[in-house]
């Protein structure tokens, strides 16, 4: 038997005018996903715009996708630009007609662009400079209008298209209590092309803060950035370069003005919890658990245990059973009104069905007393008979001086199915002393866990978003291209 649905929160009042706008000379209509709020200013390395000029671009992205064919429950294809508050305009604008938005990740290869394409099928492709503002255009659309297009991440596989409703992204700015305000100036050192990193401007806009873009992720310029912003989104593996630049930058650490990091895409190990605590003592470390796929999940208490978001109801184990007790590592399944509508395929909307869901993320725990995210299910390296999951190991390899990041994967065995290797990237060519870190596995892992192959790269391969390209390093370790290894 399942539990009825949690009751929704409120649909968001209809989006109001500029907020400049008075009674008798109303400014332009704001784009419906803002849900009534404009950002202060909104900076980029290319320059910086007003609120009130933002909305005046997003109308004059409108103007332009009209003319190229776009309109209500269109798909709407935006390039890359080299100045990121072009591509988020024409995201706003195509809001405006009621579009849905796939934004372009310049980091696609040929063969992952075609697929994305081939799913979305989009009637508008936009790029290039936006044109002058000419006039303004009427919101269409309503609560349950398709508005983005997301993918999966492509970490550990290939990208799927996704649907979002601007619904269910109202109901995610509710839910994200993480502390940000509108006196906030918020730093989104990653692509707008990654939903997180989106989902966290869109969000920032809502509140009113003043928002700083990025074209792409790099350590040095985010470390510069950071003597302007108060909050920051990042992963944890963003978050380890940053401070290893402040560690050794004494001039940004003074100068460094944030107060809170909104930390997903993983658990940030407590190696470094601690480096943070110790470079930046007033600094909170704000964690959440989420996907593309269901936007906010949950967020880490003081236990150190994840709690779900208000009217985000999960299971663990059996999507259907309410008797386990979460001892035991189980698929976590999530039902929620933040989640999405469904796949693209060749353009058309295959609806997921009324329920729970899963991205295949195993868990312990439960929805009332917290639960731990262990890593997704396809992380899973089965040898000799075990089960262990990648997530686990390396959150213990981290910890070990001189590791700047590791990829915990399957290396492929005639005998035992798989070897668990362990692919590092020291934070220099001799920082890592080999004989000690096996020596922290062995007391820190189980038999099973314990890597048998330990490999060392200069850098791993990174998503758009900066997380490790799991799907690249285990196709590395399929065709032996890594070698030599670590020696004994």
Known sequence: MTSPRPPLPPTPPPPRHGSDSSESNPGPALPPILAGGTPRTVRSPEGQLTGTELVRDAHAAATELAAAGAGPNSRVLVEADRDPTVGLARLLGADLL??????ADPGWSGTERAGVLREAAPDVVAGGPLPEPTGTVLPHGDDASLFYLPTT????GRARVLARTRRSWWYSFEAFDVGI???DTVLLPGPPSSSLFLFGALHAMHLGCEVELSRRWSVEETAEACTRATAVHLVPSMLAALLAVLEREPR??????VRRFVCGGAKPDEGLRRRLGELLPDCELV???GSAEHSVVALRG???????????????????DTTGD???????WVRSPLSFSGCLESGVLRAVEPGFHTVGDLATGSHRDGFRVLGRGSTTIETGGRLVTAEEVENVLRTAPGVFDVVVAPTPHPRFGSLVTAVLEPESADAVDFAELRRLARESLGSAQRPRRWLSV???PRTHTGKPARGTVREWLASGELRPEVPR
Request: charged letters at 20%; hydrophobic letters at 30%.
């Open 153 to 156: 991440s492509g970490s550990t």
């Open 181 to 183: 305000t509108g006196g």
């Open 98 to 103: 009621g579009s849905a938005t796939l934004l």
């Open 302 to 320: 003081a236990d150190g245990l994840l709690h779900p978001v208000e009217h985000v109801e999960v299971r663990i184990g059996d999507s259907t």
């Open 287 to 289: 964690e959440y658990y």
């Open 326 to 332: 979460g001892t035991d590592p189980g698929t976590l």
């Open 252 to 257: 940004l650490l003074a100068a460094c003005r």
């Open 458 to 460: 200069d850098e791993l």
